[in-house]
């Protein structure tokens, strides 16, 4: 959350696109997470209508990072989680932006 935060703060524009809780009881704990993000110049917290399982971290368009692993203390330091790192431009980035771009998409319309 730190590092998010500090990122925003030397003028890094991060979009946030949460999604409803797969699991229930989860919902505080998520309010939680986007609580902390709220109010911070360069974060955009956007809601997907859908459950948005997919784990993504994009940077400059040229660095995706796809896993398993939820920000939470759980999954990243007790789970078994697997992620995978793509660099440059190559096909596969051009398909997460395209992924990214609509599910933001369908989020802003909301």
């Known amino acids: 959350m730190d590092k998010i935060k500090q990122a925003a703060e030397r003028g890094v524009k991060v979009v946030v696109l949460r999604g409803q809780p797969e699991t229930a009881g989860l919902e505080k704990e998520n309010e939680r ?3 902390m993000l709220e109010n911070t110049d360069n974060i955009t917290i956007l809601t997907s209508p859908r459950i948005f399982h997919t784990k993504l971290i994009r940077v400059d368009g040229l660095h995706s990072i796809i896993g398993s692993a ?3 203390r759980v999954s990243l330091f007790f789970n ?6 793509v660099s440059g431009d190559c096909p596969i980035q051009r398909q997460i932006h395209e992924q ?3 599910a933001i ?3 802003r319309s909301r």
């Open 80 to 85: 078994e989680e697997s992620s995978y790192m």
């Open 70 to 72: 939820n920000l939470s």
């Open 100 to 102: 990214l771009k609509a």
């Open 33 to 35: 997470f986007f609580t």
């Open 105 to 107: 998409k369908v989020a």
